[in-house]
């Protein structure tokens, strides 16, 4: 797709809603923007979407092309960006915040994500980008964080030991248990480790304990004190140490977990 010609004064009309760096436009910018109503307002986006001038994000939402854009049909925004934007409140956490924190070296086109707004599904691909998204409670999103500024803008991202415990809640979010324990590695080696019990703590999913104290001793880690905190956590139903892993595998009774992926102390690199 081509951009296409545009009046002068619809030239001007689209710089008064996109000047000053705009780098997202809604319906209410352009109705405030131009003093029109909202149903005028959408349905000029609407045509500088087709015309090539904007790319629509989501419904009523649309970010600008620059005019120099090679194709404007695929031209996208920041992939953190773009996910602040759609889902704040939200934090970065999973092998997104692994990956900025050097916990682990692999590459992960998934974005990572937690949000207070409504999930209607866990995978969602927008303007190119693919994210992996779970719902979380207000309060979940004032504890374990830090501020990044990434392209002028403030975003959330999991510190070090809530990147860690995020994953034992649903290893899903690092990639698996065994990229998951990879990540747990990395963090003892170098954090503190009695963050992970204080943030399990405050997460409240007993399940946590079990995989971090199975995790430990299947990898031979040293830290007793970290197992035997753990082990005052251990909630009776047995858990499975991977969710998204094989249903089979082997009861671990002092953990009351099932052992359906198979972690021992060769597996972290």
């Not at 299947?218 to 035997?228: D, F, G, S, T």
């Not at 139903?237 to 099932?258: I, T």
């Amino acid at each position: 797709m081509m951009i296409s010609g545009i009046s002068s004064a619809g030239r001007n009309e689209l710089a008064s809603v996109t000047g000053r760096g705009r780098r997202f436009v809604r319906v209410s910018d352009v109705a405030s923007a131009l003093g029109i109503g909202p149903r005028t307002a959408a349905k000029k986006l609407a045509r500088w979407s087709e015309e090539g001038w904007l790319r629509r994000v989501r419904r009523g939402l649309y970010i600008p092309v620059p005019v120099d854009a090679d194709d404007p049909k695929s031209w996208s925004e920041d992939a953190l960006i773009i996910a602040s934007e759609v889902w704040f409140p939200c934090y970065f956490t999973g092998w997104t915040s692994a990956n900025h924190w050097g916990l682990t070296e692999q590459v992960f086109r998934t974005t990572v994500l937690k949000t207070n707004c409504r999930v209607r599904a866990s995978t969602v691909r927008l303007l190119g980008h693919e994210y992996l998204l779970t719902h979380a409670s207000e309060d979940a999103l004032e504890w374990g964080l830090k501020s990044l500024w990434h392209e002028e803008r403030r975003l959330s991202l999991a510190d070090p030991a809530r990147t860690v415990v995020d994953i034992l809640d649903a290893p899903r979010l690092g990639g698996g248990i065994r990229n998951g324990s990879d990540i747990l590695v990395a963090y003892l080696d170098d954090h503190d480790p009695d963050r992970l019990i204080e943030y399990g703590d405050r997460l409240g999913n007993r399940t946590v304990f079990k995989r971090l104290g199975y995790l430990l001793e299947a990898m031979h880690r040293p830290q007793v004190n970290l197992i035997e905190e753990c082990l005052k956590r251990v909630s009776i139903g047995f858990s499975l140490l991977d969710p998204d892993g094989p249903e089979g595998g082997p009861r671990v009774a002092r953990w009351r977990l099932r052992a359906n992926v198979r972690i021992t102390a060769e597996d972290p690199t």
